[in-house]
Each structure stands twice: as structure tokens, then as C-alpha cells.
């Protein structure tokens, strides 16, 4: 049974690094046609892709977010990790992990429940 | 970036009717097209992928076709379950820059 866990912190100062972690069972990070990305979405509002990462290590990024966000695993621990530098209110969405495949590409077959991430002062 | 422009945004519909909502790629994208179901405060389900390939878990009522910049979701015989929000997702982009549609929010007539 193949399911996916975000976590993190539920407040963020602006300026502040978001750390997020997304815990994964069922599959493992080091199968080679299996990646996990990361996708958000702001109340109300649409989905929007920000990284990618596979167990080659390729690492894609949003092209208008890519000096902010790390994509980076840890595969002894299953998890998926992203982090979100010098943070917005903008930024406040709720953050789903997803498992993603190298063929068909893009396809995000399973998700976490997604956790809810407010940037405040 | 690839922009995908779904319509309509909105859409009423009553339980038995067949529906249709259109996605278009701002540029050709082949087949690399995925359809994804959204009930509120709920995560995104994978509906079809490829265009027109049904995850195997999905209701035969749904299906999706088109190629290059149209596409098309289709719900035959609409059921109390798939009144959500659909959205779609272009896979095309290489590296990977995917982008999705901003939604379309059935609602039950």
C-alpha cells in the first residue's frame, strides 16, 4: 500500500526557511523509475508544481521559484525533503507530496494528505 | 512555461447528465495530459493520464481524448461522488516544468 505524509510546521515567519518533509511507504526511494515531487496550493486557488526529485538524484525545479526551493532525500528514512528560503505570505498554501514516474512522466498516481503551511508575522 | 486554460471554470450539472470540460495547451504537448478529481479539503486523485488512458482504479463513466493543444474530460452519467473540482496537468515540458489548469468546479444543478 503505497501512501505519502507530509509534515512541518503549520506557522512561518516571513523571511524565514520552510523545511517540509514528506514520508513515504510502499515503494522505495531508490527504485529507478519512481521519483516524488512537490506541488502547493494556495487557498481557493489552482495547484502549482514546484520540484521534482528522482532516485538518480535528477532534480527539477519551478522555474520562477527555482532560487528558492532545495529538493533533496534520505533514503535510509524514506523521506522526501523540501525547503522554501526567505518566505512570503504568498506563500501560504497547503504543500502535497506526490509520487511521480519517469514514464509516463509527470504523472502523480498517489498523494499525501497535504499540510497546511501559513506564513505570518 | 506551458499555460493550460481550462473551461468552463464552473460548471452546474444534475446526477445522470454527461459532462465535458475542455482543457488547451498553449503550445502542442503530444499526449502528456493527466486529469485529476478534487473534492474540498481533500488531496488531487490521478482520473486519466496520457490523454486517454483510465487509472485503473477509475469508474469506465470517466474518460479523457485529445492530442496536441485540445483536450477533453468526459463523465458519462454523472453520479452524487463526482461533484468536485477537475483539473489538468501538462507532462510534456522536458526538463520538467509541469503546469496545471485552473480548475473546473462541478456543482450539482
Known amino acids: 500500500q503505497v501512501t505519502l505524509k507530509e509534515s512541518g510546521p503549520v506557522l512561518v515567519k516571513p523571511t524565514e526557511t520552510l523545511t517540509l518533509t514528506c514520508s513515504v511507504s510502499?515503494?522505495?526511494?531508490?527504485?529507478?523509475?519512481?521519483?516524488v515531487a512537490w506541488i502547493r496550493q494556495p487557498p481557493g486557488k489552482a495547484l502549482e508544481w514546484l520540484a521534482l526529485i528522482f532516485s538518480h538524484d535528477e532534480k527539477s525545479y519551478s522555474a520562477s521559484l527555482r532560487s528558492r526551493l532545495t529538493i533533496s532525500r534520505d533514503t535510509s528514512r524514506s523521506q522526501v525533503v523540501l525547503t522554501m528560503t526567505n518566505v512570503d505570505p504568498v506563500d501560504t498554501a497547503t504543500y502535497f507530496c506526490?509520487?511521480?514516474?519517469?514514464?509516463?512522466?509527470?504523472?502523480?498516481?498517489?498523494w499525501g494528505q497535504g499540510a497546511l503551511v501559513t506564513v505570518s508575522s | 512555461d506551458i499555460q493550460m486554460t481550462q473551461s468552463p471554470s464552473s460548471l452546474s450539472a444534475s446526477v445522470g447528465d454527461r459532462v465535458t470540460i475542455t482543457c488547451r495547451a498553449s503550445q502542442p504537448i503530444g499526449t502528456y495530459l493527466n486529469w485529476y478529481q478534487q473534492k474540498l479539503g481533500r488531496a488531487p486523485k490521478l482520473l486519466i493520464y496520457?490523454?486517454?488512458s483510465l487509472k485503473s482504479d477509475v469508474p469506465p463513466r470517466f474518460s479523457g481524448s485529445g492530442s496536441g493543444t485540445d483536450f477533453t474530460l468526459t463523465i458519462d452519467s454523472l453520479q452524487p461522488e463526482d461533484f468536485a473540482t477537475y483539473y489538468c496537468q501538462q507532462s510534456f515540458s522536458a526538463p520538467p516544468m509541469y503546469t496545471f489548469g485552473q480548475g473546473t468546479k462541478l456543482e450539482i444543478k
Open positions: 496520457a490523454a486517454s
Open positions: 510502499g515503494f522505495s526511494l531508490t527504485n529507478t523509475r519512481l521519483g
Open positions: 506526490a509520487r511521480t514516474h519517469i514514464s509516463p512522466p509527470g504523472t502523480f498516481d498517489y
